[in-house]
Nanobody, 114 residues
């Protein structure tokens, strides 16, 4: 069973930065895609950023502020979040996919104060 473990969440003031990390327990193969989703209170889970085949994709709300990058050799994915806004407050979940099978982490809370 593949496990994804997120870290790096916390409390930050608006305009600040955080870096999230996600490490997979499996390193014998590379995931087709790895990425980040988030779920704010009372809202549905939404895509933040994904990386597939070296091509990143971002939600419009985070373009220019967030950067996703991967260490394929270690099956690790990071999310550098700059210029954070209160509306970025959410639980951030790591996602990984291989041959159509998706795996999820348990999430890490990011709280941005105004």
């Amino acid at each position: 069973q593949v496990r994804l473990v997120e870290s790096g969440g916390g409390l930050v003031q608006a305009g600040g930065s955080l870096r999230l990390s996600c490490a997979a327990s499996e390193s014998r193969f590379s995931f087709s895609a790895m990425g980040w989703y988030r779920q704010a209170p009372g809202k549905e889970r939404e895509l933040v950023a994904t990386s597939r085949g070296g091509s990143p994709r971002y939600a419009d709300s985070v373009k220019g502020r967030f950067t996703i990058f991967r260490d394929n050799g270690q099956n690790t994915v990071y999310l550098q979040m700059n210029s954070l806004k209160p509306e970025d407050t959410a639980v951030y979940y790591c996602n990984a996919e291989i041959i159509g099978i998706e795996y999820w982490g348990k999430g890490t809370l990011v709280t941005v104060s105004s």
